[in-house]
């Protein structure tokens, strides 16, 4: 049974950082692009980032320079590194395994929220 828990969420003021963390069990890690979604109320679900095995990269532009994903794959784990939170960053963010050679093959996580606010 596969399993994505994600955690590391919770309120941050703005220019405040937080580290999300997804741990993947019941997966080949190796075998899947891992990513980071996010939504905000009354809003659709966006790519924040996602992370190939090899190391290749994509980030939604309102995250570039600000975030940073990276993945263990001894640890079945992907991060996200948030850094100079705004206000328009609070959503619930769900991890994502996508695997790499059948793209309909996905999983989520149950989501953890973040909340920038003052």
């Known amino acids: 049974q596969v399993h994505l828990v994600e955690s590391g969420g919770g309120l941050v003021q703005p220019g405040g950082s937080l580290r999300l963390s997804c741990a993947a069990s019941?997966?080949?890690?190796?075998?899947?692009?891992m990513g980071w979604y996010r939504q905000a109320p009354g809003k659709e679900r966006e790519l924040v980032a996602d992370l190939g095995y090899g190391g290749s990269t994509n980030y939604v532009d309102s995250v570039k320079g600000r975030f940073t994903i990276s993945r263990d794959n001894a640890k079945n784990t992907v991060v996200l590194q948030m850094s100079s939170l705004k206000p328009e960053d609070t959503a619930a963010y769900y991890c994502?395994?996508?695997?790499?050679?059948?793209?309909?093959?996905?999983?989520w996580g149950q989501g953890t929220q973040v909340t920038v606010s003052s």
């Open positions: 019941g997966i080949i890690f190796s075998f899947y692009t």
């Open positions: 994502r395994a996508q695997h790499r050679k059948n793209p309909t093959v996905e999983y």
